[in-house]
């Protein structure tokens, strides 16, 4: 053996190696941290800068989740209820499709939590053919307004504890000569006010890492809501978390996306308020959300259909339905959040299923719902499964946001 041979046979290790694997290493590492212990599979797609894709093909199987609000623990069950997770929390739904309309954030103190169980979902899916599709919700335009009304103290707390670990990671970057400098954050606070006027002081580190990651290109939101749609389309079902009016449409679905896109990166600085504020916009409205269809304009909402082809029906979240899910106009408006968060009215979980042949159908929990309609099922279809209900089932509960 030569003297410059590597001891015991091993193949000499390549040094200039060291800042990349060490810098990815420490990636992973805060990641398993902040995410509740989650290993993120490679993603299949690397490049955040592909277009947001709009319109989906009819999947074999469809399924819609409505709002979540920082609640893994329902999150999860409303999952296993539909058969896309199995008790090891891995994806287990083969090619289906899956919409989550929005509302991820705020009443609750797994946010990011859940942004980072949906983002490990959305690869391992794409693994067999599956698809999980992320949007969103007034909360999530909230947040990266810096409007934090709604935030809970465990909400700050994770916020806070996402932000220590940051630090950490970028701290030992720096131990390493050679990591490249893209890889490091200059500073996480830029520009953030070391103080916020009305916020008491034991909170304002949390408020000052909320708004670090939640800003126009904040680490968070560029990393997670920056991939979400705020409007799309999936074979004969248009998603919105609102709801959507003609205007809408006549903007542009396309272009919907990606200026709400856009300005989350932090490419532009402003985006339309039609889009994203107000009540008459798309993740806003509440023009079809009321309990009788005699309260929502079914021929507006016609006219919507009429003008987005192939469509036949709108899902929307955002008002919460006491009865459960619903549907008005014909079948052609389904409401979909039950309030199953625990701040937001600790509902049963309940989501809901297309099949190929656009049949739908409500996968639920509610005991109560499968005594009442399950005796017209056939016996194979009772265990947590009920036909879409006649229209006025619910009573609905309003909410400010």
Same mark, same amino acid.
């Given at each position: 053996?030569?003297?410059?041979?590597?001891?015991?046979?091993?193949?000499?290790?390549?040094?200039?190696?060291?800042?990349?694997?060490?810098?990815?290493?420490?990636?992973?590492?805060?990641?398993?941290?902040?995410?509740?212990?989650?290993?993120?599979?490679?993603?299949?797609?690397?490049?955040?800068?592909?277009?947001?894709?709009?319109?989906?093909?009819?999947?074999?199987?469809?399924?819609?989740?409505?709002?979540?609000?920082?609640?893994?623990?329902?999150?999860?069950?409303?999952?296993?209820?539909?058969?896309?997770?199995?008790?090891?929390?891995?994806?287990?739904?083969?090619?289906?499709?899956?919409?989550?309309?929005?509302?991820?954030?705020?009443?609750?103190?797994?946010?990011?939590?859940?942004?980072?169980?949906?983002?490990?979902?959305?690869?391992?899916?794409?693994?067999?053919?599956?698809?999980?599709?992320?949007?969103?919700?007034?909360?999530?335009?909230?947040?990266?307004?810096?409007?934090?009304?709604?935030?809970?103290?465990?909400?700050?707390?994770?916020?806070?504890?996402?932000?220590?670990?940051?630090?950490?990671?970028?701290?030992?970057?720096?131990?390493?000569?050679?990591?490249?400098?893209?890889?490091?954050?200059?500073?996480?606070?830029?520009?953030?006010?070391?103080?916020?006027?009305?916020?008491?002081?034991?909170?304002?580190?949390? #408020?000052?890492?909320? !708004?670090?990651?939640?800003?126009?290109?904040? $680490?968070? @939101? &560029?990393?997670?809501?920056? /991939?979400?749609?705020?409007?799309?389309?999936?074979?004969?079902?248009?998603?919105?978390?609102?709801?959507?009016?003609?205007?809408?449409?006549?903007?542009?679905?396309?272009?919907?996306?990606?200026?709400?896109?856009?300005?989350?990166?932090?490419?532009?600085?402003?985006?339309?308020?039609?889009?994203?504020?107000?009540?008459?916009?798309?993740?806003?409205?509440?023009?079809?959300?009321?309990?009788?269809?005699?309260?929502?304009?079914?021929?507006?909402?016609?006219?919507?259909?009429?003008?987005?082809?192939?469509?036949?029906?709108?899902?929307?979240?955002?008002?919460?339905?006491?009865?459960?899910?619903?549907?008005?106009?014909?079948?052609?408006?389904?409401?979909?959040?039950?309030?199953?968060?625990?701040?937001?009215?600790?509902?049963?979980?309940? #989501?809901?299923?297309? !099949?190929?042949?656009?049949?739908?159908?409500? $996968?639920? @929990? &509610?005991?109560?719902?499968? /005594?009442?309609?399950?005796?017209?099922?056939?016996?194979?279809?009772?265990?947590?499964?009920?036909?879409?209900?006649?229209?006025?089932?619910?009573?609905?509960?309003?909410?400010?946001?």
């Amino acid at each position: 053996m030569k003297s410059t041979d590597p001891p015991n046979g091993l193949a000499a290790v390549n040094c200039g190696l060291l800042p990349s694997l060490l810098s990815s290493f420490v990636d992973t590492f805060v990641d398993f941290s902040v995410s509740g212990g989650l290993f993120l599979p490679p993603d299949p797609l690397k490049s955040s800068s592909n277009p947001l894709q709009t319109v989906f093909p009819q999947p074999s199987r469809l399924i819609a989740i409505g709002d979540l609000h920082g609640d893994i623990i329902k999150a999860k069950q409303a999952l296993r209820l539909a058969g896309l997770i199995g008790l090891d929390d891995r994806w287990s739904g083969g090619s289906a499709t899956v919409v989550q309309v929005g509302d991820i954030f705020d009443r609750g103190g797994d946010e990011i939590k859940l942004l980072y169980f949906f983002e490990k979902l959305k690869r391992e899916a794409a693994k067999t053919g599956g698809l999980v599709i992320t949007m969103n919700g007034n909360h999530e335009i909230m947040n990266v307004d810096g409007d934090f009304r709604y935030v809970t103290r465990e909400g700050l707390e994770e916020f806070k504890n996402w932000a220590m670990w940051q630090c950490v990671g970028n701290i030992m970057k720096k131990m390493c000569n050679g990591v490249d400098e893209s890889h490091v954050i200059k500073d996480l606070f830029d520009g953030i006010p070391r103080e916020f006027r009305n916020i008491r002081p034991e909170l304002m580190n949390c #408020v000052r890492a909320r !708004v670090a990651a939640m800003r126009p290109n904040g $680490l968070i @939101s &560029n990393r997670f809501l920056s /991939k979400n749609q705020t409007v799309v389309v999936v074979g004969d079902s248009v998603f919105a978390h609102g709801g959507l009016l003609q205007k809408h449409v006549s903007y542009g679905l396309e272009r919907v996306n990606e200026e709400v896109r856009d300005w989350i990166r932090g490419a532009n600085e402003k985006v339309a308020n039609q889009l994203v504020r107000g009540r008459n916009s798309i993740v806003w409205l509440r023009k079809f959300s009321n309990e009788l269809a005699k309260d929502c304009d079914c021929s507006m909402l016609e006219h919507v259909l009429e003008t987005i082809p192939g469509v036949k029906r709108m899902i929307m979240g955002h008002t919460i339905q006491s009865g459960g899910i619903n549907a008005i106009c014909g079948n052609r408006a389904v409401r979909i959040d039950v309030g199953m968060s625990l701040g937001c009215g600790n509902g049963l979980p309940e #989501v809901l299923e297309i !099949v190929e042949n656009s049949e739908i159908r409500i $996968l639920t @929990s &509610n005991p109560l719902y499968l /005594k009442g309609y399950g005796a017209s099922l056939p016996p194979n279809e009772k265990d947590g499964i009920g036909s879409l209900i006649p229209e006025q089932r619910v009573r609905q509960i309003e909410v400010n946001a």
